[in-house]
């Protein structure tokens, strides 16, 4: 009973490897094509520090880019951006859609937006005070995020 324990173990193992794993590297060819035009277009003089690429069970590859400058991009399997963390630098501001871009600059005029997360329901927004904003898919403002 032991050994045929031990063999389900290694067996399953061995299964879930194939699933869940982290690769890292710096080569931007490992990342799909419109996630390396993303990079180009909006960071075009940044280098690429590091790329994790994320495979999960019974979920799609995702990546995490690392630039040198300490800028996190994180790509969904097709490549479109989910979450770009400028780490106290502003977003290019292309990224953002031009509402939240608007509402930002009308009602925080002395701040820059330094993070973006898209989600299937929202945009969340942190700027350079602090303060994290959340907006729905049209750009329109929801509420202020508060930490639990």
Same mark, same amino acid.
């Given at each position: /009973?032991?050994?045929?324990?031990? @063999?389900?173990?290694? /067996? ?13 590297? =710096? ?23 590091? =790329? ?16 040198v400058n300490g800028t996190k ?20 501001k292309d990224i953002i859609p ?6 930002? =600059? ?20 942190? @700027? ?9 898919? @049209? ?10």
């Amino acid at each position: /009973m032991k050994k045929y324990v031990l @063999l389900m173990f290694a /067996m399953i193992m061995t299964v879930m490897s194939g699933y869940a794993f982290d690769k890292y590297s =710096i080569n931007r060819d490992d990342l799909p094509e419109s996630a390396q035009q993303f990079l180009t277009t909006y960071f075009p003089k940044a280098k690429v520090g590091m =790329i994790k690429t994320d495979k999960h069970f019974l979920k799609k590859t995702d990546y995490d880019v690392k630039l040198v400058n300490g800028t996190k991009i994180e790509f969904n399997n097709s490549g479109k951006w989910t979450s770009v963390d400028c780490k106290g630098r502003e977003v290019p501001k292309d990224i953002i859609p031009r509402a939240i871009r608007n509402y930002v =600059i009308k009602n925080f005029p002395d701040v820059k937006i330094v993070k973006i997360e898209k989600t299937s329901s929202k945009y969340e927004v942190g @700027l350079s005070d602090d303060v994290e904003l959340i907006f729905n898919l @049209l750009g329109q403002f929801k509420s202020v995020k508060m930490d639990d």
